[in-house]
């Protein structure tokens, strides 16, 4: 993919080229690509002096950080404690059903779509919860998870 | 104790209003679990109809934090009669306005109804989820808007920091810390006040000042909902520590998970600069501390003290051994005093209100030892198969079966009681025996699970222990950060063994081996996490041993849960042939005609559960 270097240089320079505010720029690489391109990877290394293993060693190491890109709607199926025994699990296996993906994180075709197991978004209250997009859905279902999404992909035809 | 004493809601002041105030205030929770179900168009809502009715200067709509009965949302309350509302839609706005706004008529149909009950309960403070809760670190809760920070001063705000700086020396503060008996309440339960010293007799500068609110135990929102509903009592807590322990640098270490908390914070840490109650000369009294935040990357390991210091320097947040300690080398190898949010939020009450009230709430005796009891409140996260789920914060010595039954409402759809998880991936099971164990640290332990950050998850006759011990071993394998031999491999084979167990693959013997390779690991790793990861398989198999039995002998879960033990099948005598669970079985698993009893072909049945989920006659059986 092109990456323009300019974009790199400014999350560098934002977090003022410290090496020790590692983490949060790769935070805001991943917010801007929607992963951590290999292209930035190498860019950050060359540019702070610090070796790829590095870079990949925090990348893998934090579960906010993926190598390939997420989808435009990345589903987040809670499946802390309170979520697991009100079914979240068989709720992500059936939303990955749906979607056509066999693991986690995996995009869908269309770029859409993907989807991922999160640990407890604090929402025990409402549990089962899946995020789609940052929008919280409480009390949700496999059905309701399949309306929604069938409802943003009709949305996204339409464009 | 009525939740709301009538003083509180004195003294509060909202911009805009008249010289008396308004008459009315609704006080619409504003946390993440009521945002998420729509508390943002209630209140534009109630803006709008507010203003049809001419009724803008006489009765204000302030966001208040969570109120803890997020399942019940969007919740609001009304004050000063303390009616509460909850389910609210934007189409019941305009009834409730007229109505009560209005003509001051309350709607009953908006109020909360016991399970099992006719009658309305219409008062907040009548309610059994509110009746027995005890708020001192919740103090606020529901009661200001957490964007306000001079309705955080309204409250007797800062006050606390006021007279530390100004009555009391560090020491002072350090002795009151350690009278007061405060344990900490992300789990560990280690005397603050001790920490504290230790911090501040460890030589070496600067010393940091961390709150750890990388709430990663999944099922505890706590430290979410303090930061949402009140960020100044944890700046104020931690200011008070700093002054404690001489340091002037103060870092917040949350998770990314949780970014409305986290825009709360930051406005909360820039008000209270511009207020002056961070920075330089702090009250004119010569006292500087400022405080940043660092944003975690998604690692349950990161809330293990070493590795959070680890991940705030940038690296990857692995854990170091224990004997070397963070209060004498910590962040940057500096002194660093490590508390939770929690924790923090306690400091300015027991300041503000003594020693002495502070102990007499908990059990046991701290006077000669702050180990001697665990003395205050203690916030749960209340959820799973109970009627009540939410936040409930209780004092310490209050029993199982009060917070499960009176507060909870007990069990629903008719189902039994089985067991109650606490302490996250590191407690245990706690089984219906226990049920009148009074909760604290100590008895926790004591019966082989532990207080944790507070998660405590209900479960019923449908669960499966076996499943539940998989769960969390399951969770740890793919947390765990790998340092360590046992952490990494020990907890691996745990988790194969419970897998074969779960799938009827186990042979003879697995328990005896599964009991071995948890002391193994328990007692071998290298950081506490890895120390208490075998306590969901240990406490299981104390309390649930037929279950593990009856998978490995039997091939057989007695919950119905364990995918390849079960099957599905429909009650002829139940369906009704609607035939709705034939249109949505993703497999064409389901015939049978309309209005005539329909059957699952087990060959195709995939077990996804969702003609279980959509049955409107209960028909679906699985064992």
């Known amino acids: 993919m092109e990456v323009q270097k300019a974009e790199v240089d400014n999350i560098l320079d934002h977090w003022k080229r410290d090496k020790s505010n590692l983490i949060e720029m790769l935070e805001d690489v991943q917010e801007h690509y929607r992963y951590i391109p290999p292209e930035v990877a190498i860019t950050i290394a060359k540019e702070l002096d610090i070796s790829m293993n590095r870079i990949f060693h925090i990348a893998t190491f934090y579960k906010g950080f993926t190598l390939e890109p997420r989808g435009k709607y990345p589903i987040s199926v809670c499946t802390g404690t309170a979520c697991h025994v009100k079914g979240g699990t068989r709720i992500l296996e059936n939303i990955m059903r749906d979607l056509g993906v066999e693991r986690e994180g995996q995009a869908t075709e269309d770029q859409l779509f993907s989807v991922e197991s999160v640990r407890c978004i ?34 996204e035809q339409a464009q | 104790m009525s939740v709301i004493p009538s003083e509180n809601v004195d003294g509060m002041k909202y911009e805009g209003g008249g010289a008396n105030g308004y008459r009315m205030y609704l006080m619409l929770c504003g946390g993440t679990g009521c945002v998420s179900s729509g508390s943002y168009e209630i209140k534009d809502a109630l803006e709008n109809e507010l203003e049809k009715h001419k009724l803008s200067n006489e009765v204000a709509v302030v966001m208040t934090g969570c109120n803890g009965f997020c399942a019940q949302g969007p919740v609001m309350v009304v004050q000063p009669d303390g009616i509460f509302y909850q389910f609210l839609k934007v189409k019941d706005i305009p009834l409730l306005v007229e109505e009560h706004m209005l003509k001051g008529r309350p709607v009953e149909k908006l109020m909360f109804t016991p399970p099992d009950e006719k009658l309305v309960v219409p008062k907040m403070s009548d309610i059994g989820f509110f009746k027995k809760q005890r708020l001192l670190a919740l ?14 001063i309204a409250r007797d705000g800062y006050k606390a ?7 009391m020396n560090p020491e002072e503060v350090i002795q009151e810390m350690i009278a007061s008996g405060l344990r900490g309440r992300g789990g560990g339960g280690f005397p603050t006040g001790i920490k504290w010293k230790t911090c501040r007799e460890a030589p070496g500068e600067p010393k940091y000042v961390v709150c750890n609110a990388d709430e990663g135990d999944p099922g505890a929102y706590m430290d979410r909902s303090i930061i949402e509903g009140d960020p100044h009592s944890v700046l104020e807590g931690m200011a008070i520590a700093a002054y404690a322990v001489g340091s002037s640098n103060g870092y917040v270490y949350i998770r990314h998970e949780y970014p409305l908390a986290l825009e709360r914070l930051e406005k909360a840490i820039a008000d209270a600069r511009d207020y002056g109650l961070l920075g330089k000369n702090i009250f004119d009294q010569g006292f500087d ?26 690296r990857p947040g692995e854990p170091r051994a224990k004997y070397i300690h963070t209060v004498e080398h910590g962040l940057w190898d500096r002194p660093t005093n490590l508390n939770n949010v929690e924790t923090y939020a306690n400091v300015p009450i027991i300041i503000q209100r003594g020693v002495k009230w502070f102990t007499s709430i908990g059990t046991g005796d701290v006077s000669e030892n702050p180990w001697g009891g665990s003395k205050g409140t203690k916030v749960f996260s209340l959820v799973g198969k109970v009627w009540n789920t939410g936040l409930v914060e209780v004092p310490m010595g209050i029993t199982l079966r009060e917070i499960i039954f009176d507060i909870g409402g007990g069990i629903p759809n008719g189902k039994k009681f089985k067991a109650v998880q606490t302490g996250g991936p590191s407690g245990g099971v706690i089984p219906e025996s226990l049920l009148d164990l009074p909760v604290d640290f100590d008895q926790l332990t004591r019966v082989g699970s532990m207080m944790g950050s507070g998660g405590m998850i209900v479960m019923d006759e449908d669960d499966c222990m076996v499943d539940i011990a998989r769960y969390f071993i399951d969770f740890l394998v793919g947390e765990s950060c790998g340092k360590c031999l046992p952490g990494r491999e020990g907890l691996t084979q745990i988790s194969r063994m419970l897998n074969d167990i779960c799938d009827g693959q186990a042979q003879e013997g697995v328990l005896e081996l599964l009991e071995e390779t948890c002391n193994t690991v328990a007692n071998c790793s290298l950081c506490a996490l890895g120390g208490s990861a075998p306590n969901p398989v240990l406490s299981t198999l104390r309390y649930f041993r037929d279950e593990y039995e009856a998978h490995v002998r039997e091939k057989r879960c007695p919950a119905g849960l364990c995918k390849n033990l079960i099957t599905y099948s429909i009650d002829p005598d139940k369906c009704n042939g609607c035939m709705l669970c034939a249109r949505e079985c993703p497999q064409n698993a389901i015939d049978g005609e309309k209005k005539k009893p329909h059957r699952i072909n087990t060959d195709l049945c995939i077990k996804c559960g969702i003609c279980k989920d959509v049955c409107n006659q209960d028909a679906v059986i699985v064992k």
């Open chain 1, 122 to 155: 604090g929402c025990c209250g409402l549990a089962p919860v899946v995020a789609i997009g940052g929008e919280i859905h409480g009390k949700t279902s496999s059905m309701k998870m399949k309306k929604a999404i069938d409802k943003l992909r009709k949305k």
């Open chain 2, 139 to 152: 103090r606020n809760r529901g009661l200001i808007d957490p964007e306000k920070i001079e309705e955080y």
């Open chain 2, 289 to 314: 501390f400022d405080i940043n935040i660092h944003c975690g990357a998604g690692a349950f390991v990161c809330g293990e003290s070493t590795a959070l210091m680890a991940s705030m320097e940038g």
């Open chain 2, 161 to 167: 920091l006021a007279k530390v700086l100004t009555e």
